[in-house]
């Protein structure tokens, strides 16, 4: 695989970046801290307020930029929004089951949280071998043929899962 850079680019987005990146971490500051202050207090619906607002000022910003960092034409190709949706889909399975995971082994299999994560070491290692394994895929197989990554990826979890 080569590293193609792209000879148009002039310069960084900033404000796509600066927009994106802060209403990222307003949201999560207010997702995370919901709970302790209460979703009605004044501090939690500014955070989501503003990132709202920051939210709509990076789309503003990067319709008005000649290179955007990102555009709404990417969602257009079905090949792009296919491998976005199955990305969203499995980062979410695999977060959502790791809170469980480590809850079983350590409360229910008694564990130290060390042990725990050494337990689950293995997906870590999925994470890296999967992608070098399955790169000739993509390029051997027809564009609107599925490369089975999704199933190979449930088949690991529920293996692992037990």
């Not at 999560?28 to 801290?33: D, N, S």
């Not at 500014?46 to 990102?70: G, I, K, N, Y």
Request: net charge neutral.
């Amino acid at each position: 695989m080569v590293n193609v850079s792209d000879p148009g680019t002039k310069r960084l987005d900033v404000a796509g970046l600066a927009t994106f990146s802060g209403a990222l971490f307003l949201l999560i500051l207010g997702l995370t801290r919901g709970n302790d202050d209460g979703w009605g207090s004044a501090f939690i619906l500014t955070l989501l307020c503003s990132s709202a607002v920051l939210f709509a000022a990076f789309v503003f910003a990067e319709f008005h930029q000649d290179r955007p960092c990102s555009t709404c034409r990417s969602s257009a190709n079905p090949a792009f929004t296919g491998v976005s949706l199955a990305t969203f889909a499995i980062g979410a399975g695999m977060f959502a089951m790791l809170t469980y995971i480590t809850l079983y082994l350590q409360d229910l299999l008694g564990l130290s949280p060390f042990q725990g994560g050494l337990r689950l070491l293995p997906l870590t290692v999925l994470t890296f071998a999967v992608p070098l394994a399955t790169a000739i895929w993509p390029s051997a197989s027809h564009p609107g043929f599925p490369s089975g990554g999704l199933l190979l990826s449930s088949v690991g979890l529920r293996s692992c899962t037990g």
